[in-house]
């Protein structure tokens, strides 16, 4: 089947704006989801959007959702050091399973 | 809130033998869990839903007699990997569906498995 296409690298420098793009591949899914992985652990639930809305803002995340295209992005503004991590987006099945990115591995340099 | 807590965070076995995870939901019920599997570098993999007080639900591929999933309260479940061989070491993460509108899963902080 088709997989939820992220990019794998993403470097930045400390206090720029990192955006994280995902291609996910239901369109019928509901919600979509940012998670955050730092090395060693399980995930942190950044944000979610509702298919009907096309960009959420919560402090510093905007996630930007583009239904026609399948496309979900993140933005990080006035990224720092404690962001760096593996950046996941999912999207749910209709069995309401989690389907996962291939993850983004954000790196801030200082 | 929506804390979810593993145990333990790593155990290294020897070949042959079984290992037990738990995954607790420690300020909410779950009347469903998720087991997934994470190679280095790589995205996570379901293996399992976890039902409170019926047979887990296994995705294609995953043995389940290999991987003994137990739900037996609304807080609390647990993988059992049996006759554990090197190629199951991983890292063995649980998520919990606090049933809320939205489907949102809380997970657990992993535990990291290697078998010598």
């Known amino acids: 089947g088709e997989d939820v296409e992220q990019s794998l690298f993403l470097s930045v420098r400390e206090g720029d704006s990192s955006v994280i793009n995902c291609t996910y591949t239901d369109s019928s899914s509901t919600y979509l989801y940012w998670y955050k992985q730092e090395p060693g652990a399980g995930l942190q639930l950044l944000t979610y959007i509702f298919s009907n809305m096309d960009m959420k803002q919560d402090q510093r995340l905007t996630v930007l959702l583009n239904k026609k295209d399948k496309h979900l992005s993140l933005r990080i503004a006035d990224t720092q050091t404690g962001d760096s991590a593996i950046y996941f987006c999912a999207e749910i099945s209709g069995t309401y399973k989690y389907i996962f990115g291939t993850g983004t591995r954000l790196k801030v340099l200082a | 809130g929506a804390v979810v807590s593993q145990h333990p965070s790593w155990v290294i076995c020897k070949s042959g033998t079984s290992v037990k995870i738990e995954c607790r939901s420690l300020?909410?019920?779950?009347?469903?869990m998720f087991w997934y599997r994470q190679f280095p570098k790589q995205s996570l993999m379901l293996m399992a839903t976890?039902?409170?007080?019926?047979?887990?639900?296994?995705e294609q591929g995953v043995e389940k007699d290999k991987f003994l999933i137990n739900h037996a309260s609304l807080t609390l479940s647990t993988l059992t990997v049996t006759s554990a061989h090197p190629e199951d070491s991983s890292f063995y993460i649980c998520?919990?569906?606090?049933?809320?509108?939205?489907?949102?899963?809380?997970f657990g902080p992993g535990t990291r498995l290697t078998v010598t």
């Open positions: 300020d909410f019920q779950a009347t469903t």
């Open positions: 998520s919990a569906d606090q049933k809320t509108d939205s489907y949102e899963q809380y």
């Open positions: 976890s039902n409170e007080g019926s047979k887990a639900t296994y």
